[in-house]
């Protein structure tokens, strides 16, 4: 794309706070992959990479150079190399042929994934490279690109053609490819790296729509998007991933056995809410269902053993016994679901039993531990998200700071469930960006070898923010949580918002700084539990009220300036695709001003003006939703324009 090429060589473009010159950025980074990594250098804090400049000694790939592949590659090591030729065509039109290791060894191969070059001039060591780790190097003229068996080869092919050619596959149907006259790598590379985070998924839109998108991007999940084996496969859940026991013991057989099911502590009955765990007859059944769910998914690597979403868990006079010995639901929950896992052990060796500490599961148990083919996937729900979850500032970050530093004592798979927008107000601006960095750090550093980054997965039909950025930043932040997240965020938005990129991040900026404040929801304030009113330490929370300061602080002259930064956006905006990605994410700032009545949606006669403008628009971009759940949709019988954007459900 000649615009984006353009904009690159135009360095002096106005990058204050987030970003140095690209040039500087990146031959820092090029000089961090001269010196080998291993996963000590993970511990990091972030800050730029700091070390000689790259000495500018380069080996250029040439018409002589092929890529050569094992006799018996895998389908993912086999679209590796093609991926790299087409690639390499369309940057700067040379075409090099793939051969397989069956021919002589020549000097100027590029090896893809395992061949038999491997033992001759180089070896690699794949006992520490999991099933993602990737190996790129040179040596003498010869380019390996490498790694795990299963999708080292793919990977280290789009990491090699991001790092050194500057391609990027930023959303399902945005993906640049610069030009360049020549195909110049640095001369000597020796980079290996294997990710700590070893499942990787998230939901913002991209992932299920492109296969090569979630390659590209390392996520490796199967639950958005099953990953196709030429892309090296995706680690899937049997059944379904979460809240599956409303599905593994059937509830029909509740009229014939009610003391399957728990006896609800919220309505002192029996009731299909929940399970009751320590009935033997109710684990004979789930094991039943989790073998019913294995037999039927041969791929699966997990099994989700998981309480549905409500609290009413069982108060029976057994399940209360083991509760208290363990001080937390949890105990009764892993001494059930440990049962499950000893019992599939032995004819599923590979699949790993998936449960949750979710609100009342969340605190970990005192006595039980789980097993080894045990996750324990434990959810942020309740924190905040202004502020890092162990600065110390905020109670309920706090008390899940205490409970992920006891759970990573005693599981030795801890996977995050995190959530990452604004579940009441879809549209809302949702101020985490300075965040999700340093709460990603902090989960590598407490032994998470899983993350979930929950966003809008329904943002197909409701995106107003940045859904795509989000996603994008995500992948890179789980895949490397010490990755230089300015960079990758100044890249994206130059190519998907155009050279007003410096006006959204301005805005990212804004919202990130100022929000947070006390929430009281004025709207309901005779129902809000009179603590919640008063804590002034209260943050921004994923259910936060749309026009708080919660979500954002700003008076009316702040309100004109952040009104420059959208401008400075759509005016920088080169492509109709481009203007359109701005106006749709600039629909978070409109909801932000319409629902508090500010600016002009104050005055009654504008607003109904600027109220329908924004309706207008959301049907434009096919917004059908304003918050999660069936009664989240926009009412589009029922508009009244008189009314703030939120009511119209
Ligand atoms: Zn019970």
């Known amino acids: 794309m000649n615009w984006f090429n353009d904009f690159l060589n135009k360095v002096e473009f106005i990058r204050p706070r987030y970003m140095a010159p690209l040039f500087v950025t990146l031959s820092l980074f090029f000089s961090s992959l001269l010196a080998p990594f291993s996963s000590e250098t993970l511990v990091h804090t972030f800050a730029k990479p700091e070390g000689p400049v790259f000495s500018g000694e380069k080996l250029q790939i040439t018409e002589d150079y092929v890529i050569v592949i094992s006799e018996n590659a895998t389908p993912a090591e086999k679209n590796a190399a093609e991926k790299l030729k087409g690639y390499f065509e369309e940057i700067s039109g040379i075409s090099l042929s793939i051969i397989t290791d069956k021919t002589q060894e020549t000097v100027k191969e590029i090896i893809i994934g395992k061949t038999n070059r491997e033992g001759n001039s180089f070896t690699i060591d794949r006992t520490n490279l999991g099933n993602d780790g990737i190996v790129i190097k040179t040596v003498g003229e010869k380019?390996?690109?490498?790694?795990?068996?299963?999708?080292?080869?793919?990977?280290?092919?789009?990491?090699?053609?991001?790092?050194?050619?500057?391609?990027?596959?930023?959303?399902?149907?945005?993906?640049?490819i610069p030009k360049a006259e020549k195909l110049e790598i640095p001369k000597v590379i020796d980079y290996t790296y294997t990710p700590s985070i070893i499942f990787r998924e998230t939901d913002w839109i991209s992932p299920a729509r492109s296969n090569e998108y979630k390659a590209a991007n390392k996520l490796n999940d199967g639950v958005y998007g099953i990953v196709s084996q030429d892309y090296g496969s995706s680690i899937t859940y049997a059944g379904s991933f979460a809240h599956t026991m409303a599905y593994l013991v059937d509830t029909n057989l509740f009229?014939?056995?009610?003391?399957?099911?728990?006896?609800?502590?919220?309505?002192?009955?029996?009731?299909?809410?929940?399970?009751?765990?320590?009935?033997?007859?109710?684990?004979?059944?789930?094991?039943?269902?989790?073998?019913?769910?294995l037999s039927e998914n041969p791929d699966a690597k997990i099994i989700s053993v998981t309480q549905n979403d409500n609290q009413n868990y069982c108060v029976c006079k057994n399940c209360r016994k083991i509760d208290r010995e363990e001080g937390s639901q949890a105990g009764t929950m892993l001494r059930f679901v440990n049962a499950i896992a000893d019992n599939i052990k032995e004819d599923y060796p590979d699949v790993m039993v998936d449960t949750f500490a979710y609100q009342y599961t969340r605190k970990p148990p005192k006595i039980t531990v789980p097993r080894d083919n045990v996750i324990v996937r434990l959810c942020s729900i309740e924190c905040r998200f202004s502020t890092p979850l162990d600065s110390g500032a905020i109670k309920e970050n706090d008390e899940f700071v205490e409970d992920i530093k006891k759970w990573s004592e005693i599981c030795k798979n801890l996977f995050i469930w995190d959530y990452t927008t604004n579940y009441s107000h879809y549209l809302s601006p949702f101020g985490n960006f300075d965040v999700i960095q340093d709460n990603i750090q902090f989960f590598a550093e407490n032994n998470v070898i899983g993350i979930y980054e929950e966003g809008n997965y329904t943002a197909i039909e409701s995106d107003g923010e940045f859904a795509e950025l989000r996603c994008y930043l995500l992948a890179k932040l789980m895949w490397d949580p010490y990755c230089d997240i300015d960079k990758h965020m100044y890249d994206f938005c130059e190519a998907y918002y155009g050279k007003g990129a410096q006006g959204i991040v301005d805005f990212?900026?804004?919202?990130?700084e100022?929000?947070?404040?006390?929430?009281?929801?004025?709207?309901?304030w005779w129902i809000t539990p009179i603590p919640n009113r008063i804590d002034i330490r209260n943050g921004l929370t994923i259910y936060a009220p749309a026009s708080s300061v919660t979500v954002l602080r700003a008076d009316d002259e702040d309100i004109a300036k952040i009104d420059a930064m959208w401008k400075f956006a759509k005016d920088g905006a080169e492509t109709e695709e481009q203007l359109e990605n701005v106006l749709r994410s600039e629909i978070c700032w409109r909801y932000w001003k319409a629902c508090g009545y500010r600016s002009e949606f104050r005055d009654i006669e504008s607003r109904v003006v600027e109220n329908e403008k924004f309706y207008n628009d959301l049907v434009k971009f096919g917004i059908t939703r304003l918050n999660e759940g069936a009664g989240g949709y926009i009412n589009t019988e029922k508009v009244d324009f008189n009314l703030a954007p939120n009511k119209w459900k």
């Open 143 to 176: 380019i390996v690109l490498s790694g795990a068996e299963q999708r080292g080869a793919i990977y280290a092919v789009y990491t090699f053609l991001e790092e050194y050619f500057g391609c990027h596959w930023f959303t399902h149907d945005l993906t640049v």
């Open 255 to 293: 009229e014939t056995e009610p003391e399957l099911f728990a006896y609800g502590k919220d309505v002192y009955k029996r009731t299909t809410d929940q399970l009751c765990l320590t009935n033997p007859r109710t684990l004979e059944l789930a094991i039943q269902g989790v073998r019913k769910w």
């Open 508 to 512: 990212i900026n804004y919202i990130d």
């Open 514 to 524: 100022n929000n947070g404040g006390i929430a009281v929801d004025m709207e309901n």
